[in-house]
T-cell receptor
Framework: DTGVSQDPRHKITKRGQNVTFRCDPI?????LYWYRQTLGQGPEFLTY????????KSRLLSDRFSAERPKGSFSTLEIQRTEQGDSAMYLC??????????????FGPGTRLTVL | GNSVTQMEGPVTLSEEAFLTINCTYT??????LFWYVQYPGEGLQLLLK?????DKGSNKGFEATYRKETTSFHLEKGSVQVSDSAVYFC?????????????FGTGTQLKVEL
């Protein structure tokens, strides 16, 4: 039983560059979440997918951020024109269908982004 | 909106000491409450949860009771071990569009020494 996987685990980029992260949820989990965690803080919600539909986006998700889940399986999070303030750990989590367990989320190891 | 406040760390204890990490919340409706743990170099893991008032979540010797009257979900363990050293996050779940957006506290680092 594989857990949630994220790729890459670490990304260093220069300010102004675009970056894309990938998340592969647990098989048959139809719900997928992205969070951002900065040093010394708890994770903050960014966005939520149910299957391929993006049902909620946080105000934290500026126009430079876009997330997709084209086939309802893996998801990507893209940040355009990165800024130093984007440096953080980006976490992905997935959940089984609501009827199975409406509130338990399983987290991946995260992608640590450093913007120079 | 929803918010979670938990005690600041680090909390340093000797092995076999009693642990309490305080957590209070503000929420509309009836959220579920969680404790997640993050061991060094690892991802977040669900430690325990409670879905309604007066529920007690428990796992690995840790316990927390959902207290609606005091809006609290304090984490306790009777005898900590060095292996319990980690960062502990209190979180509440808000149902949204069939999902469950989690709102986390800032985390409390626990250090257990021999």
């Amino acid at each position: 039983d594989t857990g949630v996987s994220q790729d890459p685990r670490h990304k260093i980029t220069k300010r102004g560059q675009n970056v894309t992260f990938r998340c592969d949820p647990i098989s048959e989990h139809n719900r997928l979440y992205w969070y951002r965690q900065t040093l010394g803080q708890g994770p903050e919600f960014l966005t939520y997918f149910q299957n391929e539909a993006q049902l909620e986006k946080s105000r934290l998700l500026s126009d430079r951020f876009s997330a997709e889940r084209p086939k309802g399986s893996f998801s990507t999070l893209e940040i355009q024109r990165t800024e130093q303030g984007d440096s953080a750990m980006y976490l992905c989590a997935s959940s089984p269908p609501f009827r199975v367990s409406y509130n338990e989320q399983f987290f991946g190891p995260g992608t640590r982004l450093t913007v120079l | 909106g929803n918010s979670v406040t938990q005690m600041e760390g680090p909390v340093t204890l000797s092995e076999e000491a009693f642990l309490t990490i305080n957590c209070t919340y503000t929420a509309t409706g009836y959220p579920s409450l969680f404790w997640y743990v993050q061991y060094p170099g690892e991802g977040l893991q669900l430690l325990l949860k409670a879905t309604k008032a007066d529920d007690k979540g428990s796992n690995k010797g840790f316990e927390a009771t959902y207290r609606k009257e005091t809006t609290s979900f304090h984490l306790e363990k009777g005898s900590v071990q060095v292996s319990d050293s980690a960062v502990y996050f209190c979180a509440l779940g808000g149902i949204t569009g069939g999902g469950n957006k989690l709102t986390f506290g800032t985390g409390t680092q626990l250090k257990v020494e021999l």
